[in-house]
């Protein structure tokens, strides 16, 4: 499986962005996605997931009322709507996906075997 990322950019805080995250091979009912971002001189950490199928999803607290994630099975890509952008947004935002996930583990990083290249947000104040 390889992810494109794409959508970010730079916006004002308040403004909104539309990340989308394009698979290629073979996405499994039993794959989950996820995306991730990394602020520099921190860790990755997890954003937002979804399953392939059913739709189910897991946020973190940071964008939980402010962000959603959402799929288009057929054209295999998983999109992150986000509101009200905050400077603390301001990331690299990868999206990653793998098989066989189970749902207390949407969040963690190394449950993903499968990385996109990582698009930027930067939003200013």
Excluded: H
Aim: a positive charge; hydrophobic letters at 35%.
């Amino acid at each position: 499986v390889q992810l494109q990322a794409s959508g970010g950019g730079l916006v004002q805080a308040g403004d909104s962005l539309r990340l989308s995250c394009a698979a290629s091979g073979s996405i499994y009912n039993s794959y989950a996605m996820g995306w991730f971002r990394q602020a520099p001189g921190k860790e990755r950490e997890f954003v937002a997931a979804i399953r392939w199928s059913g739709g189910t999803t897991s946020y973190a607290d940071s964008a939980k009322g402010r962000f959603t994630i959402s799929r288009d099975k057929a054209k295999k890509t998983v999109y992150l709507q986000m509101n009200s952008l905050k400077p603390e947004d301001t990331a690299v935002y990868y999206c990653a996906a793998d098989f066989a996930i189970i749902q207390s583990t949407m969040g963690t990083r190394s449950a993903y075997k499968y990385w996109g290249q990582g698009t930027l947000v930067t939003v200013s104040s």
